[in-house]
């Protein structure tokens, strides 16, 4: 398999060269060394080793008479044959700088060396300046502007890091200033709000903005899905992977959007296997684990779980305070403390409804003129608070009816007791609180005296399938559930 935009140049008489990047270098290595040595040692005889390196064109000039008649080292023929999308060979007149082999004898002293020319003749006869060329004799520029999808607010320096995102976040820019050289694939996961999206596009949009070589796409899962089945109706599934598979920064929200969708898998799992071989980085975000993604193919799953897998929490109410008040100064009106301490305390399980609330007070003051007081947040914000009020379930709460409704110690909750009629509730509570929270697995698990994430999957399994064999289990986990939402 050739990475695209990996080899740049193709030798009529010899071999694969490429852009003058440590990348080329360490791909040829991994690929091709094997194939290489055989080659070069079929044509030139015996050898000690073979080195890549990296030359630049000033190097080259001094030592290669380039276009020369009778002591040029290139070989005959070299640069006559161009590849890549971006290439346009001796037509369009663009120059490349070299990318060479150096072939070494037992004493170490250089017997060949071979690559491409730092430049070639032009349409008109004339020699093409290294620094006509894109990729060579200058630095990558920055971009300024973003592509649509991207929302601008969605950077790092906008997002509050607190306990719950601290180790999504710390992940995230590692990907960000080292794209496919770290976690790759990274794999977010956590409830709706949390801020998935936000480090998402974060990285992408510090990785877009890096360099104006960098292709980065930013994506939902039903997008892509959409882009897939028009591809299909439309015969262009050609260019719907070339979009996707030379890419160096593919971002896919809500990748869970896959399962069950059997065509759309096999499509993505190529996809994911060609970005990945050449080490291009890919972020995926999800609200579970890649374990529990039911109905997904394994191949998939064991590849997600390749690179970093990072929950995201929801977060305590010192961080809810911090967005809220990051959030207040792209406004001119001024929010009182008790306000933020207010919204803070009752909206605690989602960001995105966290910072609604905040855009309706302010809007309705800046409207209004009427001062911002906590009577007045309760009664325009009565519809999201009894919503979050139904959301906000502790796993206290649970544990406490569950051990009442079965009559045993709620220390049994957390202890080592295996006896039936202490495991059963104590799975029953573990299997409401994995329903009625947005906890993860491991974290359930701590409540329930330290149990891991294994032990948690088991009984929600377990309880799952008496419900539906088991009459009587289906009547008391749906009585309880009713309670505790009470």
């Given at each position: ?5 990996s ?5 009529r008489?010899h071999?694969?060269f490429?852009?003058p ?11 091709y060394f ?10 030139f005889?015996?050898f000690?080793?073979?080195e890549?390196?990296?030359v ?16 040029s080292s290139?070989p005959e023929g ?6 890549g999308?971006r290439?346009g060979g ?7 700088v070299p990318?060479t082999?150096?072939?070494r ?9 071979f690559?491409?020319p ?5 349409r ?11 990729y060579a004799g200058r ?8 592509p ?5 607010q969605?950077?790092f320096?906008?997002f509050?890091?607190?306990?719950n995102n601290?180790?999504?976040h710390a992940?995230?820019?590692?990907v960000?200033s ?7 694939p990274l794999?977010l996961?956590?409830g709706?709000?949390?801020g998935k ?7 992408g949009?510090?990785v877009y903005s ?14 892509f899905t959409?882009e897939?089945i028009?591809?299909l109706?439309n015969?262009?599934l050609?260019r719907?992977r ?5 890419l160096?920064?593919?971002l896919?929200?809500d ?8 065509r759309?898998q096999?499509?993505f799992f190529?996809?994911f ?20 993604l ?5 191949r998939?799953?064991?590849r997600f ?9 929801p977060p305590d ?8 008040k990051?959030?207040?100064?792209s ?7 008790e306000i933020f ?13 966290l ?6 007070l ?6 209004t003129?009427?001062?911002?007081t ?6 325009v ?6 919503e ?6 502790s796993?206290?709460?649970i ?6 409704h079965?009559e045993i ?6 202890s ?10 104590r ?28 032990t ?5 399994r377990?309880?799952k399938d ?7 289990t289906?009547?008391?986990t749906?009585y309880?559930?009713?309670i505790?939402?009470r």
């Amino acid at each position: 398999m050739v990475c695209a935009d990996s080899t740049r140049r193709v030798f009529r008489r010899h071999h694969y060269f490429g852009d003058p990047q440590q990348f080329f270098e360490d791909w040829l290595r991994d690929n091709y060394f094997g194939l290489l040595t055989d080659a070069v040692g079929h044509t030139f005889g015996k050898f000690k080793q073979i080195e890549f390196r990296v030359v630049g064109a000033t190097e080259v000039q001094e030592s290669d008479a380039v276009g020369g008649t009778g002591n040029s080292s290139w070989p005959e023929g070299a640069g006559s044959s161009e590849l890549g999308e971006r290439e346009g060979g001796e037509e369009s007149g663009e120059a490349r700088v070299p990318s060479t082999i150096e072939m070494r004898d037992k004493k170490g002293q250089e017997t060949k060396r071979f690559g491409s020319p730092v430049a070639h003749s032009s349409r008109n006869g004339g020699t093409a300046s290294s620094s006509a060329n894109g990729y060579a004799g200058r630095k990558p520029q920055a971009r300024e502007s973003l592509p649509s999808t991207f929302n601008p607010q969605y950077t790092f320096e906008n997002f509050v890091v607190g306990e719950n995102n601290a180790h999504a976040h710390a992940a995230a820019k590692a990907v960000a200033s080292s794209p496919g050289q770290s976690f790759n694939p990274l794999f977010l996961y956590g409830g709706v709000g949390l801020g998935k999206t936000h480090l998402l596009q974060a990285v992408g949009q510090e990785v877009y903005s890096a360099s104006e070589r960098n292709r980065v796409t930013y994506v939902s899962c039903e997008m892509f899905t959409n882009e897939y089945i028009g591809a299909l109706q439309n015969n262009e599934l050609p260019r719907f992977r070339k979009k996707y598979r030379q890419l160096d920064l593919l971002l896919i929200d809500d990748i869970q959007f896959l399962l069950g969708k059997e065509r759309i898998q096999e499509e993505f799992f190529h996809t994911f296997n060609s970005l990945h071989e050449c080490r291009k980085q890919i972020v995926l975000t999800s609200d579970r684990p890649p374990n529990e993604l039911k109905d997904l193919e394994q191949r998939l799953i064991s590849r997600f779980e390749w690179g970093l897998t990072v929950d995201v929490q929801p977060p305590d109410v010192e961080t809810r305070l911090a967005i809220l008040k990051n959030k207040a100064r792209s406004y001119e009106k001024e929010v009182p403390e008790e306000i933020f301490l207010f919204l803070a305390e009752r909206i605690k399980t989602n960001i995105r409804r966290l910072e609604g609330a905040l855009v309706r007070l302010v809007s309705l003051a800046s409207l209004t003129g009427k001062p911002l007081t906590v009577p007045v947040a309760e009664k325009v914000l009565s519809e999201i608070l009894q919503e979050e009020q139904r959301q906000v379930v502790s796993v206290k709460l649970i544990q406490k009816v569950v051990a009442e409704h079965f009559e045993i110690r709620l220390e049994d909750m957390k202890s080592r007791r295996r006896p039936e009629n202490i495991a059963f509730p104590r799975q029953v509570a573990m299997f409401l609180t994995r329903e009625m929270t947005e906890l993860s697995l491991s974290a359930i698990g701590e409540e329930f005296g330290g149990r891991d994430h294994g032990t948690v999957l088991h009984a929600h399994r377990l309880v799952k399938d008496r419900m539906e064999i088991d009459s009587k289990t289906r009547e008391t986990t749906n009585y309880l559930m009713k309670i505790i939402s009470r």
